[in-house]
């Protein structure tokens, strides 16, 4: 099955996927093992396809999505002996099919921005993805997020600040971006998934998007 996954992935066919996710029980468990894949592509076409099947899922069988959320938790810690780089992203994902659903999770989501500081750097970009993801369906569920976000704006990782402006343009908190004008002309670069595709881009780019744009989805 990995191997068939990976190969929709790579054609970006995600609705076979999703049709697989409706036959098969074991297709998210795969999708999250190739969240570890060595092609970052592959790793955000996964993470996007996470999405896709917990929108079909969360319709049909919600408890199977809840035990994967707390899988995904668990494999961020150092008990796991895998830490899975990607869960953040992959648990804003599944929140995001159904936040009412899944509305227990979005506080263990916020408070993944309390990460001890040795271990938050890896982490902090996709957790500020997840956070968005969930924002762009249930903007008022991440409001006491919004703190430790605006924090973000200031991070010494070019990838974090861009994160972070990304994800308060997807939550509609363009005031607390305009409380910050030196964003427009920050050059640090980032890599966004867009489109089902990588792009390149910068800080300056994302504040301008943020701040010009309506929130509308990242992956179509």
Same mark, same amino acid.
């Given at each position: 099955?990995?191997?068939?996954?990976?190969?929709?992935?790579?054609?970006?066919?995600?609705?076979?996927?999703?049709?697989a996710?409706?036959?098969?029980?074991?297709?998210?468990?795969? $999708?999250?093992? @190739?969240?570890?894949?060595?092609?970052?592509l592959?790793r &955000? =076409? +996964?993470?996007? /396809? !996470? %999405?896709?099947?917990?929108?079909?899922?969360?319709?049909?069988?919600?408890?199977?999505l809840?035990?994967?959320?707390?899988? $995904?938790?668990? @494999?961020?810690?150092?008990?796991?002996?895998?830490?899975? &780089? =990607? +869960?953040?992203? /992959? !648990? %804003?994902?599944?929140?995001r099919?159904?936040?009412?659903?899944?509305?227990?999770?979005?506080?263990?989501?916020?408070?993944? $921005?309390?990460?001890?500081?040795?271990?938050?750097?890896?982490?902090?970009?996709?957790?500020?993805?997840?956070?968005?993801?969930?924002?762009?369906?249930?903007?008022?569920?991440?409001?006491?997020?919004?703190?430790?976000?605006?924090?973000?704006?200031t991070?010494?990782?070019?990838?974090?600040?861009?994160?972070?402006?990304?994800c308060?343009?997807?939550?509609?908190?363009?005031?607390?971006?305009?409380?910050?004008?030196?964003?427009?002309?920050?050059?640090?670069?980032?890599?966004?998934?867009?489109?089902?595709?990588?792009?390149?881009?910068?800080?300056?780019?994302?504040?301008h998007?943020?701040?010009?744009?309506?929130?509308?989805?990242?992956?179509?």
């Amino acid at each position: 099955m990995k191997s068939q996954l990976q190969a929709w992935l790579a054609c970006a066919e995600f609705q076979r996927v999703v049709n697989a996710a409706s036959d098969c029980g074991r297709t998210v468990s795969t $999708l999250i093992t @190739l969240t570890y894949a060595a092609d970052p592509l592959i790793r &955000w =076409r +996964a993470i996007d /396809a !996470i %999405g896709r099947c917990a929108v079909h899922l969360s319709r049909i069988r919600p408890e199977s999505l809840k035990n994967y959320l707390r899988r $995904l938790f668990w @494999l961020m810690s150092d008990e796991s002996g895998a830490v899975a &780089w =990607r +869960a953040p992203e /992959a !648990i %804003g994902e599944i929140v995001r099919s159904d936040p009412q659903a899944f509305a227990d999770f979005i506080p263990m989501t916020i408070k993944l $921005l309390d990460l001890e500081p040795e271990d938050r750097p890896p982490f902090l970009p996709g957790i500020l993805y997840a956070l968005g993801r969930i924002g762009e369906a249930a903007p008022s569920s991440v409001v006491k997020a919004l703190p430790g976000i605006i924090d973000s704006l200031t991070e010494a990782d070019s990838q974090s600040r861009a994160m972070a402006v990304w994800c308060l343009g997807r939550i509609g908190a363009r005031d607390a971006l305009s409380q910050h004008p030196e964003l427009a002309n920050d050059h640090g670069k980032a890599i966004i998934y867009r489109e089902k595709q990588l792009m390149e881009t910068t800080v300056s780019s994302l504040m301008h998007d943020a701040l010009a744009t309506n929130p509308s989805r990242s992956a179509d």
